[in-house]
């Protein structure tokens, strides 16, 4: 299978860093999204990344390294509304559906 | 925008019923998905279709069909209804080549009984 890891939840506190990491198998990669889902919401759309390096976008950035199959999402200045999961997709082989993670679930505390 | 609509936010039905859920996208996209979301297995795809009238199966097919006689509605269909198949179901639509960025629709959260 394509099996896509990220860790299941994380912590951080308001006006903080995170980090969130995504491992994926890289045969046939071609592309990694980033979505955000708040709780009984539909994903939204984050940051994509198909060449090696860094994507930033206002607080968030989001990092490839192709060769490790490895990806982050960093999320700086963090706010109470940045509490939801973070999702990792990947594209394989040109096709046209993703692959998902299972998600992270990001709590941000006062 | 975008917007990505499904017929109903909540649903609840019984084992052996046939579930229809509806989707429907205002931007001419030619890809639409039809995928459910269970916690800790993150969103696994069912269905997708890339053209009128064209599908294709996803992951985990079984149990499911669907439907799209237009190109703006994709159709998920249960056959018969099973509990195992009570989990929250999402749509999504995104063009077939250039920005490849992929709306969702609100979802359904499917109870069966």
């Known amino acids: 299978g394509q099996n896509i890891d990220q860790p299941t939840e994380m912590t951080a506190t308001e006006g903080a860093i995170v980090q969130i990491n995504c491992t994926y198998q890289t045969s046939g990669f071609n592309g990694l999204f980033w979505y955000q889902q708040h709780a009984g919401e539909a994903p939204t759309f984050l940051s994509y990344?198909?060449?090696?390096g860094l994507e930033e976008k206002g607080r968030f950035s989001s990092f490839l390294s192709r060769s490790k199959g490895y990806s982050y999402l960093l999320l700086k200045e963090l706010q109470m509304k940045d509490s939801a999961s973070y999702l990792c997709?990947?594209?394989?082989?040109?096709?046209?559906?993703?692959?998902f993670g299972p998600g992270t679930r990001l709590s941000v505390l006062p | 925008d975008v917007k990505v609509t499904q017929s109903s936010r909540y649903l609840v039905k019984r084992t052996g019923e046939k579930v229809f859920l509806e989707c429907v996208q205002d931007?001419?996209?030619?890809?639409m998905f039809w995928y459910r979301q269970d916690p800790g297995l993150g969103l696994r795809l069912i269905y997708f279709?890339?053209?009128?009238?064209?599908?294709e199966k996803g992951d985990i097919p079984e149990g499911y069909s669907v439907s799209r006689e237009k190109k703006e509605r994709f159709s998920l269909i249960l056959e018969s209804a099973s509990t195992n198949q009570t989990s929250m179901y999402l749509c999504?639509?995104?063009?077939?080549?250039?920005?490849?960025?992929?709306?969702f629709g609100p979802g359904t959260r499917l109870t069966v009984l």
């Open positions: 999504a639509s995104r063009r077939y080549s250039g920005i490849i960025e992929q709306f």
């Open positions: 931007m001419d996209h030619e890809n």
């Open positions: 279709s890339y053209d009128v009238k064209m599908k």
């Open positions: 990344n198909v060449l090696d």
């Open positions: 997709a990947v594209r394989y082989n040109y096709g046209q559906n993703f692959v």
